[in-house]
DNA sequence: GCTTGACCTCAAGTTAACTTGAGATTTTAG
DNA sequence: CTAAAATCTCAAGTTAACTTGAGGTCAAGC
């Protein structure tokens, strides 16, 4: 019953992913592995998944901090099940939703401020610095549509 | 005739953005300036645009350097008109449709491949790590459609 | 049962994009 | 003309996400 157990070296392997990561992952709280007498760790197969899950993430531009997140709501004491990821999935759609609706906006901005010819920086509802809205902060303002800027810290 | 040109604290506030992050950018040659005969930097006005545009791009996660690469198109000697702008224009909207479309892939793939109740990583389309797709290198390989991954490094 | 490859820990280095601080000079308002 | 506010330079610090290296231990095959 150990068989299900996969070393760093073959979970590095697999996920495409250096030994270096994995350890700093779990230093970071995001995989968890079981030791041998020796020391050494010993993976169940589900992290696997929970790397594959962690690089896909990074790639729209996820916070290992917001995937620390996400992760946090899996089940720790048994394998996640078919559900537990489906609901994991369906936040994600959400996410993946924003940002694409946030980019659109902004594409669309573009082209009707620099893009149309007014030029007006004053007008410009891309950017719209302190002295334009200063009454809500510093710095661009519609660059997401005005709303929480999902996974985007800073 | 030096009406037209501005300290460096008008354009952080104008632009919204700290002193210190100006002068970064003109040390990376994103931004130009005159100096006094002090030695203080003056601006000249389409630098706010400058300005507007790096923060804007940085935004939907471009990075400085690409940001440079964009800015090198417009002319050095004279003052953008507006047809250099709407040029730039037209390239970032390019960028903007693809990231977009990369986006809407992974949100479309995730649901058949977590969501859909396969969990297959085997089988997986969008996390396809080095033994599935060995021939090709490691690490994730559809995550942008296989596309160049625009704008993002490493 | 031993050698060699796989692992381990911990500290320090790396890149991007800035910020912070020190110490000195320039501008500007009165 | 002078005091306060604004700038200047240069070096060092910061955060994220890792990588690299040193020095030493574990495990697997012949």
Redesign the interface.
Known sequence: MNETLISIGELA?????PHSALRFYEAQGLLKSVRTAGGQRRYARDM??RV??I??AQ???LSLEDIAGALAQLPELRTPT?SD??R???R??AV??E??HA??V??DQ??QC??C?C?S?TA?K??N???QAAARG???RY??GDTRPVG?KR
């Open positions: 392997e697999r996920a495409g992913v696997l998944r594959a899950f690089r896909t790639n729209v531009g078919r990821w489906t994991l999935s369906k994600w759609r993946l939703e940002r694409i980019l659109e902004l594409r573009l082209d620099i893009g010819g030029l920086l410009c891309l950017y610095p302190a002295d510093s710095g661009p660059l997401l985007r």
